[in-house]
């Protein structure tokens, strides 16, 4: 076994939909020209800005590669 390089052991990665952020610009509806976009938690990572590492599916480690 050794450390996960791509999460550094951590197990975690920056959420790919918001970008380590937590939250998410929400697409709606345009009653007014030029609306700020509203923001919500992203539902990928509930907002934490974090989710499970796909290379080591969140453990913090990989097994060794056999030559």
């Known amino acids: 076994m050794r ?3 791509r999460c550094s052991g951590k197990g975690l990665v ?3 939909r918001c970008q380590g952020h937590g939250r998410v610009d929400e697409e709606q509806l345009e009653l007014i020209a030029a609306a700020a976009p509203a923001t919500r938690k992203c539902p990928e990572c509930r907002g ?3 989710v499970a590492c796909p ?3 969140g453990s913090g ?3 060794d590669e056999d030559d």
């Open 3 to 5: 450390i996960c390089a």
């Open 14 to 16: 920056n959420c790919p």
């Open 48 to 50: 934490t800005g974090q």
């Open 55 to 57: 290379e080591c599916e």
């Open 61 to 63: 480690t990989v097994e």
